[in-house]
């Protein structure tokens, strides 16, 4: 029962104040982007995951999946939009498209990530024991070949790119938590993870320097999420006592754990900028910004809480892993935004609104964005 539990809520990771436009703000130097790209998991994925066809089947194809917004599954594993989406629409720029399903005018930016996806390729996986739990080989490093192969169609010379990427932003994430949640799925510990940070930190920071040696001057590396306030752990690896959980009733020691990634991810970061000083690389604490309205979400208007889910199949937290959001036997909240939590691994639009908004306007990016 517990290994079919874990599966089903493997697939569901894979799939599985309003924003002013800055164009449309005055004063100051703000950088006007008239371009976009992002790489990552689900968490930013537009429909790549859909696109690949790597799953069985894909619960983010159904509704309710899409349900706010778009009014239709759209490959995004929410009800609406998501933070990359906020950040377009915010810059003026169209929302992303799929590269996997892409147009012919892929000059406005392309959305490279998969829902899924890690920051480590799947040898890592292979030498940790835990290949089999991997729902798609589309790895941050698959998706910056995608970026070097799309790259003569955006320009054709070093100094034409060099114009063209000195107005490009790139958002290099969120990824790396699926790298731990295969990890905890295979029934590694907490030690063993840790163990893992320094790697797949790395790996993220490889890839931004990656993307700087392409031409990059404008890049966003975001930390990861509170994976103790997900209620599908919540739900899975309940802690023991009621000392093991924070005043919100998010898990302590998965969340300290996320705070030792993010911290290995600035710390390396700091490195870069002084290596790249031309570069422009911001930190966005997703952490921080989720548990903001993690810890007051009444204020956010979230009046069910920040970890009930909206869509799903019953239990304290409304996750069920057999009868996860879009599979018989679950439902559907009437007002998503009511809700932070959307599937018990993603958020709503109306969480996802409020960290863009933080990440524009608010204390959580490093140096600020705007």
């Given at each position: ?10 697939a569901l990771l894979a799939c599985c104040c309003s924003l002013v436009r800055v164009s449309q703000c005055g004063g100051g130097n703000r950088q ?248 422009r690389i911001m930190y966005a604490d997703y952490y921080g910004a989720a548990m903001s309205f993690a810890r007051n979400p009444k204020k956010f ?47 709503t639009e109306a969480a996802y609104r409020a960290i863009a908004d933080s990440i524009l306007h608010g204390p959580y990016t490093s140096p600020r964005?705007?």
């Amino acid at each position: 029962m517990a290994i079919s539990r874990l599966s089903v809520l493997v697939a569901l990771l894979a799939c599985c104040c309003s924003l002013v436009r800055v164009s449309q703000c005055g004063g100051g130097n703000r950088q006007n982007y008239t371009s976009m790209f992002s790489f990552g998991d689900s968490l930013t994925d537009t429909g790549n995951l859909l696109a690949s066809s790597q799953l069985p089947f894909t619960t983010v194809g159904r509704f309710p999946y899409g349900m706010t917004y778009f009014h239709r599954p759209t490959g995004r594993c929410s009800d609406g939009r998501l933070v990359v989406d906020f950040l377009a629409q915010a810059f003026g720029l169209p929302l992303l498209q799929p590269y996997l399903s892409r147009g012919k005018d892929v000059r406005q930016g392309v959305n490279f990530a998969v829902g899924g996806a890690t920051a480590m390729d799947p040898p890592f996986f292979e030498g940790i024991g835990a290949s089999d739990k991997l729902w798609t080989n589309l790895s941050l490093s698959v998706q910056l070949d995608w970026f070097e192969k799309l790259k003569p169609s955006l320009c054709d010379s070093p100094k034409n790119c060099k114009e063209y990427f000195s107005n490009s932003l790139f958002l290099v994430g969120e990824i790396g938590g699926n790298d731990y949640n295969y990890a905890f799925f295979k029934g590694k510990t907490l030690d063993d993870a840790k163990s893992y940070v320094p790697t797949v930190a790395s790996a993220v920071i490889d890839a931004t320097e990656r993307l700087i040696k392409a031409g990059a001057m404008h890049l966003v590396v975001p930390g990861n999420l509170p994976m103790g306030c997900s209620s599908a752990y919540l739900t899975l690896h309940p802690g023991r006592n009621s000392s093991d959980y924070d005043s919100v009733g998010c898990l302590k020691t998965y969340n300290d754990f996320t705070q030792r990634h993010n911290a290995m991810v600035q710390q390396k970061l700091q490195v870069l900028r002084l290596k790249y000083p031309n570069a422009r690389i911001m930190y966005a604490d997703y952490y921080g910004a989720a548990m903001s309205f993690a810890r007051n979400p009444k204020k956010f208007g979230f009046k069910h809480g920040p970890l009930k889910t909206c869509c799903g199949g019953g239990g304290p937290y409304n996750f069920n892993p057999v009868a996860s959001c879009g599979v018989r036997g679950s439902s559907v909240c009437a007002d998503p935004s009511a809700y932070a939590n959307w599937d018990g691994v993603h958020l709503t639009e109306a969480a996802y609104r409020a960290i863009a908004d933080s990440i524009l306007h608010g204390p959580y990016t490093s140096p600020r964005l705007l």
